[in-house]
């Protein structure tokens, strides 16, 4: 088997080298990168009375409650939680310029959270903050719990990567369950990606019934979540490293057509 001249190889090789090298493309210096807000607004309870007529008043009482909020930033290396009772408003945020941050505005389920990547500042890979409650509610017999309020869910694609899915994201959720059955719950969700961005308001309304002659112990969760990611950009190579990859076969192929052509 006859081997390829040194030109050949050397032309080859360096095609292949160049191709497999490319050039990483760098997250921009400044400027504004994706951008997620979530928040539940407006937030209230209400009471329905199933037997009007049995002599017994409906109701709920608020046993206990508890918030915390939470910021992950520069993943996986670092974040900060704050615990705050209610009906005690609180915010936490992070001070490295990406307006990054997660509250309660002290009424029950009245929360937010938002991120957002400034490059001239941010140098991690995530940022995810979060708020979540928790309430305690003893629901009085023959009653229903109504809770009713505004889901906000917005993303903000990053100019510099339009096409990314997962760059910018938005989370609400709610469930209502007992603590004696909890697999009976009413569940609400509202999710947002940059796919479709913009700001996207949802009005909820959910109910928890306690037909029983006994008082039931519910709890209530509240979460919203928002996630602002930096692209992980592959090394994409340059047009240059293809036509210098084209250029090398060409010649390994005339290489091998001179060749049969002196043997005949």
């Given at each position: 088997m006859r081997s390829l001249s040194a030109t050949a190889a050397a032309a080859l090789g360096a095609a292949v080298l160049s191709l497999a090298g490319g050039n990483a493309v760098a997250h921009p210096s400044t400027g504004t990168g994706a951008k997620a807000s979530a928040s539940l607004t407006g937030t209230h309870f209400g009471v329905?009375?199933?037997?009007?007529?049995?002599?017994q008043a409906a109701g709920f009482s608020t046993e206990a409650g508890d918030a915390q909020l939470r910021i992950s930033?520069?993943?996986?290396?670092?974040?900060?939680s704050l615990d705050v009772p209610p009906p005690q408003a609180g915010?936490?945020?992070?001070?490295?310029?990406?307006?990054?941050?997660?509250?309660?505005?002290?009424?029950?389920?009245d929360l937010y959270a938002n991120a957002e990547i400034d490059y001239a500042h941010y140098e991690g890979?995530?940022?995810?903050?979060?708020?979540?409650?928790?309430?305690?509610?003893?629901?009085?017999?023959?009653?229903?719990?109504?809770?009713?309020?505004?889901?906000?869910?917005?993303?903000q694609r990053d100019p510099h990567?339009?096409?990314?899915?997962?760059?910018?994201?938005?989370?609400?959720?709610?469930?209502?369950?007992?603590?004696?059955?909890?697999?009976?719950?009413v569940y609400f969700s509202h999710y947002a990606r940059q796919n479709a961005p913009?700001?996207?308001?949802?009005?909820?309304?959910?109910?928890?019934?306690?037909?029983s002659d006994q008082p039931l112990l519910i709890s209530v969760d509240f979460y919203v979540g928002a996630s602002a990611t930096i692209p992980s950009i592959p090394s994409i190579p340059e047009?240059?490293?293809?036509?210098?990859?084209?250029?090398?076969?060409?010649?390994?192929?005339?290489l091998g057509r001179r060749k049969r052509g002196a043997r005949a």
């Amino acid at each position: 088997m006859r081997s390829l001249s040194a030109t050949a190889a050397a032309a080859l090789g360096a095609a292949v080298l160049s191709l497999a090298g490319g050039n990483a493309v760098a997250h921009p210096s400044t400027g504004t990168g994706a951008k997620a807000s979530a928040s539940l607004t407006g937030t209230h309870f209400g009471v329905i009375d199933l037997k009007p007529d049995d002599g017994q008043a409906a109701g709920f009482s608020t046993e206990a409650g508890d918030a915390q909020l939470r910021i992950s930033y520069r993943w996986p290396y670092g974040w900060k939680s704050l615990d705050v009772p209610p009906p005690q408003a609180g915010r936490l945020s992070i001070g490295d310029g990406s307006k990054t941050f997660a509250g309660t505005l002290g009424n029950y389920g009245d929360l937010y959270a938002n991120a957002e990547i400034d490059y001239a500042h941010y140098e991690g890979n995530e940022l995810s903050p979060m708020a979540a409650q928790r309430l305690q509610i003893t629901l009085a017999p023959h009653s229903a719990l109504s809770l009713a309020g505004t889901s906000n869910a917005f993303t903000q694609r990053d100019p510099h990567w339009p096409n990314t899915l997962y760059a910018a994201r938005a989370a609400n959720s709610i469930t209502i369950s007992s603590f004696s059955s909890p697999s009976l719950n009413v569940y609400f969700s509202h999710y947002a990606r940059q796919n479709a961005p913009g700001l996207d308001s949802k009005d909820f309304m959910l109910f928890y019934a306690n037909p029983s002659d006994q008082p039931l112990l519910i709890s209530v969760d509240f979460y919203v979540g928002a996630s602002a990611t930096i692209p992980s950009i592959p090394s994409i190579p340059e047009p240059g490293s293809y036509a210098m990859m084209g250029a090398g076969l060409l010649l390994v192929g005339a290489l091998g057509r001179r060749k049969r052509g002196a043997r005949a």
